[in-house]
């Protein structure tokens, strides 16, 4: 049987670090941090998703102005609200809930966020300086997935990784970090042939697909890492994940839960990457103690 890995309680000891280093910055008179959230439309999922952040942020310390546009919000008018987030200098870090309406065109909309406030990563030159190996704001839910395998005490290092999903924001930055803790890493997709002999050899398991429960115990290399990302909802709104968790926490070593796994552990690095720019901003974290 394996162990159940604790997303809820390891993003609770994030964002109670994080919350004890705002408070340490603010008691010595540099200002509060600022996240400023800005959601478009009336998705529930995106709404219930943006009230995680900003519940965390409060819990953090950190301020975080919620920006509401109503549905028929054009491009136009969505540029123009960040740049005036890009320009106010109490802004640490500006994030846009994904995904935007249709008519929308979010690629010029990521584009122009601030880079240094690009706290989801994924403006494209933090995307370059990722895969370069320079310093960026890396996405949250590849940063949280790391955290949970790392939390298991398993050495990432020469192990055979698998993820499954190649999506901008998940499969491909979650590989790269993995490549950088030296695992000998596949990325597979829709198109990859015997997912299941894949998936079999790996010791690292990573599924970010969005289909529920597709990873099944027989696709599982006993006593692997599973990393479960997705969240999909069956039945009437019941959470799923990717794996099938009841099966697969017979055969790996470890196993996320889903809820509970790298949903908290996404909103606790936006936290973490929140500080970081506004350490970045402030000068805060170079500031000797009093
Ligand atoms: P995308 O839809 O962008 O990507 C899904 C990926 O899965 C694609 O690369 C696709 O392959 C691959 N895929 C689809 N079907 C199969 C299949 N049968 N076999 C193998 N691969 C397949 O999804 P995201 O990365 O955005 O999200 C993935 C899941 O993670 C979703 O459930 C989402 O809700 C969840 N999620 C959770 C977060 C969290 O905080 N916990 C944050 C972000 C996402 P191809 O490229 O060939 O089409």
Known sequence: MSK???GKALSMSI??????KVSEAVARGVRVPCLAVVIVGDDPASKSYVKGKVNAASFTGIDSPLIEL???TTTEQLLSCVRRLNSD???DGILVQLPLPAHIDADAVLDAVDPSKDVDGF???NVAALWLGRPCFVPCTPLGIIRLIESTGVDISGKNAVVVGRSNIVGKPVAKLLLDRNATVTLAHSRTR???SVTRGADILVAAVGRPRMITADMIKPGAVVIDVGINRIDGGRLVGDVDFDGAS???GFITPVPGGAGPMTIAMLMANTLGAYYAHTGAAQQPLE
Do not use: C, G
């Open 89 to 91: 200098p109490s802004v």
């Open 4 to 6: 159940i890995i604790d």
């Open 250 to 252: 017979a055969v790996a």
């Open 123 to 125: 403006h494209p030159s």
């Open 15 to 20: 964002k109670e670090d994080v919350r004890a």
């Open 70 to 72: 109503p549905e028929e």
């Open 194 to 196: 015997d997912l299941a």
